[in-house]
């Protein structure tokens, strides 16, 4: 409880001093709402004593006690919009900054974190265990740390008039703060199991709404719904359980304030009666007892959230913290563009060796592409350069330079991608176009958007570049999609093009358009290109004949076509399938 609250302080940074002052005014805030019952009660008192002495009251009083009420009142208000003012807005502020942390920190992994680590885990941390911290976090420090001050002070004022209900209060706040420490140890043994059971019910809905195509084309509503009941219901029952087992403590801590508010009611009494308290004073005392712990009844609140607390920012930390991949990296500036792999060997974790001391060389300005059976290392090839992924063994350097010399950014500021299954934004198509290049102008924006041949279908649009498509482009046909990715790589305009079956869903169709569009994208470039359509490979400058995991032939079209061997065979697969003939 103790360290999640250090945790939660050090988290603020350099707004500390925001929360420290929001201290201050909710200290205030709460003396506050307490003192007009505390004026409320002694005017009381001061009217009994002047009936029972038959001496007369002071009518003025009356008065000064209402101003006082009111002053009271309003000044209540205003130290606790001075405390929202001073700490709300801590929270929202840093957890903006963390969210954007966490992207860039998922930009620098190796892609295998994202096999290891599930998609539901990460959106869980990213969307419920931020806004846990968002909404919750300062307000628990403030709850905690504000009502033990708060006490604090009502503490050390009863000290000054009664020792005696002093200790009786100080009594009632030890007994209830051993039952938080029960709260907080049962949270903290829960609260693992507690975000794990939404991690995989989040798991569930997203596997449910993603496979809803394939749902919906058996007809297996039912069998579907299966794993989404099953974690709804443990997440349910998860939950229920927690809730069960807090509560007892709960009632606990709340009983011993409440205890302690009679037991001080009581004293207070026995003191009046006896007289060893005014009539006045003995009245504040006995009003004042039942809010004198209001500001501690809610911390069993706090030490219940701050055990999820701490385990959504362990959460996070791991996201923030993950092992970057090019954390040793530098900004390196290229003067050209060769690449070469040496010896490079790569296999996915916990799976088989997929590249076998692959080693070729591309110079820059050339086009080299890569053909071979599925499975066979084609695309691992391509995420190696743009390092996605640390080569196992080897070497793969770019214009003389270890790839693992970079940052990611710096790495592939040099590259542009162009994939078969295209991925747009759920944004505008200017914004998807210009997503290689924020700070372009209009004119170079349409300027790719013609070489890529889509400006045309895209003025047609509802509204023009400004038309938003929907979540991975959804409102577009594939051939649209790719020719707008196209587009984006242009814009882009980096010196070493990666085509991965760029064209390898296109329909007839399309397929002329995407094929001047890739051509006016590639003039002057470095290109690799996986393909299976001839037209896209006898002309190239080098081919790579890739089998299990092995480069096997090298070289241009007419000669491999000599050869006996992988492709030979492939183009004989190609012409019986497209038509063709060799000559």
Known sequence: MFKTLKRIINWCGDLKSKLYIGFVFSF????????????????????????????????????????????????????????????????????????????????????????????????????????????????????????????????????????????????????????????????TKNAPVETKAGQNLQEAVLEYVHGLPT?????????????????????????????????????????????????????????????????????MFVFFSFSIFASLEPISDSAHVLSVIDAAMDQIDALKEGNFIDSDGKDIRL??????????KFGYENGREILKDVTFEIPEKTTTAIVGPSGSGKSTICNLLARFYDVNGGSIKVGGHDVREFTCDSLLSNISMVFQNVYLFNDTIRNNICFGKPD??????????????????????????????????????????????????????????????????????????????????????????????????ENADQILVVDDGRIVQKGTHKELIREKGRYLDFIKVREEAEGWQIK
């Not at 003067?335 to 490079?344: E, Q």
């Not at 980096?494 to 329909?507: C, K, M, R, V, Y």
């Not at 995407?514 to 001839?534: P, V």
């Open 215 to 283: 749902v919906k084309s058996f007809g297996q509503g039912g069998a579907s719904m299966q794993a989404m009941k099953t974690a709804a219901r443990e997440n349910r029952d998860i939950r229920l359980k927690i809730e069960y087992g807090f509560t007892p403590a709960n009632c606990g801590h709340l009983l011993m304030l409440k205890i302690a508010s009679v037991a001080l009611a009581g004293a207070a009494c026995y003191l009046g009666l006896t007289g060893a308290m005014e009539l006045p004073i003995m009245l």
């Open 335 to 344: 003067s050209n563009f060769d690449i070469a792999f040496d010896h490079v």
């Open 28 to 187: 205030f805030s709460h003396l506050f709402s307490a003192m007009p019952i505390m004026v409320a009660a002694y005017t009381i008192g001061l009217l009994i004593t002047s009936i029972q002495s038959g001496k007369p009251f002071d009518t003025k009083w009356v008065l000064y006690s209402f101003e006082m009420i009111a002053g009271l009142v309003i000044l209540r208000f205003a130290f606790d919009y001075m405390r929202s003012k001073f700490q709300e807005g801590i929270s929202y502020e840093l957890v903006a900054k963390d969210r954007l942390a966490i992207g860039d920190a998922l930009k620098r992994v190796s892609l295998g974190y994202f096999e290891q680590n599930s998609t539901g885990n990460i959106l869980n941390s990213i969307t419920t265990g931020l806004n846990v911290l968002e909404n919750m976090g300062i307000r628990m420090v403030d709850d905690f740390i504000g009502g033990y001050l708060n006490f604090l002070v009502v503490f050390l004022c009863l000290l000054c008039f009664s020792p005696v209900t002093a200790l009786i209060a100080l009594a009632g706040v030890v007994a209830s703060f051993l039952f938080l420490l029960l709260i907080s140890r049962y949270s």
């Open 440 to 537: 372009a102008t209009e004119q170079e924006m349409i300027a790719a958007a013609k070489k890529a041949r889509c400006h045309e279908f895209i003025m047609e649009l509802p509204d023009g570049y400004d038309t938003v498509i929907g979540e991975g482009g959804g409102t577009l046909s594939g051939g649209q999609k790719q020719r707008i990715s196209i587009a984006r790589a242009m814009l882009k305009d980096a010196p070493i093009i990666i085509l991965d079956e760029a064209t390898a869903s296109i329909d007839p169709e399309n397929e002329h358009l995407i094929q001047e569009a890739i051509s006016q994208l590639t003039k002057g470039k470095t290109i690799i290109t996986i393909a299976h359509r001839l037209a896209t490979i």
